[in-house]
T-cell receptor, first 113, second 115 residues
Framework: AQSVAQPEDQVNVAEGNPLTVKCTYS??????LFWYVQYPNRGLQFLLK??????LVKGSYGFEAEFNKSQTSFHLKKPSALVSDSALYFC???????????FGPGTRLSVLP | DVKVTQSSRYLVKRTGEKVFLECVQD?????MFWYRQDPGLGLRLIYF???????EKGDIPEGYSVSREKKERFSLILESASTNQTSMYLC??????????????FGEGSRLTVL
């Protein structure tokens, strides 16, 4: 069965500092990995994906994520955080056998001015 | 831009009432999904549909049903609402290519409170 863990409920970072939001996964077969962001009182928005290829993928709003197969991780990163990045971040996975997406519990990111 | 519209942002219902949550998408997507979002649990799939009149159970279908009579519309039905169905409900849609690449388009959510 597929599963996603986001070990931190909350991440606090000062504006201008780098940020990391962690995600680990379990899936049979090759993983398809995704990050979504949810701003207050809004639906989820797609940020980026890893399907195959380069382990470092770049997405919207300056975010990037690194796929690490040996550690089964897909951590979200940004070199310099903005206050406007404060939101709820979800990691999601599906396998290449066509199963549906499984979402992690979410990590709340607070960027402090 | 793709737009997924959920008809009600906030609803308050009584235990035992029948509840309809409507979702409409304007991009001719084949795939549509209903999730519920609860703190600490993330998103859990209730039902999904790959085409008109087709529906498949997700991970937590108990207490829910769905209807897809037209391609653009996917309705979630709570036949007899209960307090444990108080939650945020999210509708999403995508094309077959989008399903493969993970690009789901979400509505803004319907926050349901059952008293």
């Amino acid at each position: 069965a597929q599963s996603v863990a986001q070990p931190e409920d909350q991440v606090n970072v000062a504006e201008g500092n780098p940020l990391t939001v962690k995600c680990t996964y379990s899936v049979s077969g090759n993983p398809y990995l995704f990050w979504y962001v949810q701003y207050p009182n809004r639906g989820l928005q797609f940020l980026l994906k890893y399907i195959t290829g380069d382990n470092l993928v770049k997405g919207s709003y300056g975010f990037e994520a690194e796929f690490n197969k040996s550690q089964t991780s897909f951590h979200l990163k940004k070199p310099s955080a903005l206050v406007s990045d404060s939101a709820l971040y979800f990691c999601a996975v599906r396998d290449n056998y066509g199963q549906n997406f499984v979402f992690g519990p979410g990590t709340r990111l607070s960027v402090l001015p | 831009d793709v737009k997924v519209t959920q008809s009600s942002r906030y609803l308050v219902k009584r235990t035992g009432e029948k509840v309809f949550l409507e979702c409409v998408q304007d991009m001719d997507h084949e795939n549509m999904f209903w999730y519920r979002q609860d703190p600490g649990l993330g998103l859990r799939l209730i039902y999904f549909s790959y085409d008109v009149k087709m529906k498949e159970k997700g991970d937590i279908p108990e207490g829910y049903s769905v209807s897809r009579e037209k391609k653009e519309r996917f309705s979630l039905i709570l036949e007899s609402a209960s307090t444990n169905q108080t939650s945020m409900y999210l509708c999403a849609s995508t094309s077959p290519d989008g399903f493969n690449t993970g690009e789901l388009f979400f509505g803004e959510g319907s926050r349901l409170t059952v008293l």
